[in-house]
């Protein structure tokens, strides 16, 4: 495992698209941070450090959809998968050690956005507003998140041998997600009634009562909504970027399980996979 290890976080180190990622974290972090001061000072708009820091939440994820694709997929298509095992190195070593790679990665883009929000962000916005215990918490829960995630990555990138469909399949289910959570996080935003209003019409006042939204989500598929906004990882990371989270013990524990999951029909299935 160690020999696996080491082989993987050398050819990371000099993988040019990793490089490319840790610039665009690094400038990322200190770009929101700037235009908040500057729109702070133009329009007094409050902004303050806490407003975009966990926005690295939705960045990273995507991010990681690509570079963890191509890393995997790279091993594939010049037929080092093929040779780690020839030489004898078993399956779940190797998908454990591209797992623990790929996690690695996500640890580091993300470390890099908050150094560069905090370093820019700090003599610019001033320290967070929100309670230490409470940054920490939402730190930890959003590596979770990418954690989940980033099982995720890894299950399709080890399961699919072709370079191109391991990195479509990574990018279009990190967007599916995200289109996902903004869709369940509109439905459940819906009101239960829309207000009274009035307006002039040929110069007489025209009263509309209060009425209900068929829209509005009820019962039974609402429970179902608001259970998928906090499982999905989609929903979660457009929580997490707002500090929004209701419940965050239970976003770690769904978290936890998705990575349990995925990581168990990863082993099992290219522990049986044909490797060509």
């Not at 993988?15 to 133009?42: Q, R, S, T, W």
């Not at 806490?50 to 995507?62: E, L, N, Y």
């Not at 779940?92 to 560069?116: G, H, K, P």
């Not at 990574?170 to 819906?190: K, P, Q």
Request: aromatic share 12%; glycine share 6%.
């Amino acid at each position: 495992m160690r020999k696996l290890l080491r082989a993987n976080f050398s050819r990371l180190m000099k993988d040019k698209l990793f490089g490319i990622l840790m610039a665009a974290e690094l400038f990322l972090g200190g770009l929101f941070p700037v235009f908040h001061y500057i729109d702070n000072l133009d329009e007094k708009a409050g902004w303050t450090q806490d407003s975009t820091f966990f926005i690295m939440a939705i960045f990273v994820p995507m991010m990681l959809s690509v570079v963890t694709a191509l890393f995997i997929g790279t091993e594939y298509s010049d037929g080092t998968m093929r040779n780690k095992l020839i030489v004898g190195h078993g399956r779940s070593r190797i998908y454990a050690a591209n797992l623990i790679t790929n996690i690695e990665t996500a640890f580091m883009l993300m470390f890099a956005f908050m150094v560069s929000h905090i370093c820019v962000g700090t003599p610019l916005l001033g320290w967070f507003e929100a309670d230490v215990k409470k940054i920490i918490a939402y730190v930890l829960v959003s590596l979770m998140m990418t954690v989940a995630c980033t099982s995720i990555f890894t299950l399709i990138a080890m399961l699919c041998s072709n370079k191109a469909y391991s990195v479509a399949g990574c990018i279009l289910l990190i967007f599916f997600l995200l289109f996902m959570g903004i869709r369940i996080t509109s439905a459940l935003n819906e009101p239960e009634y829309y207000s009274a209003y009035s307006y002039t019409e040929n110069g007489v006042t025209v009263e509309e009562d209060e009425e209900r939204n068929p829209n509005y989500l009820s019962g039974t598929k609402r429970e179902v909504f608001e259970f998928l906004n906090e499982f999905l990882p989609g929903g979660q990371m457009l929580k997490l970027s707002t500090m929004k989270v209701d419940h965050l013990e239970r976003s770690a524990v769904y978290d936890g399980i998705i990575f349990v999951v995925t990581t168990a029909c990863g082993l099992l299935v290219f522990r049986r996979k044909d490797l060509k």
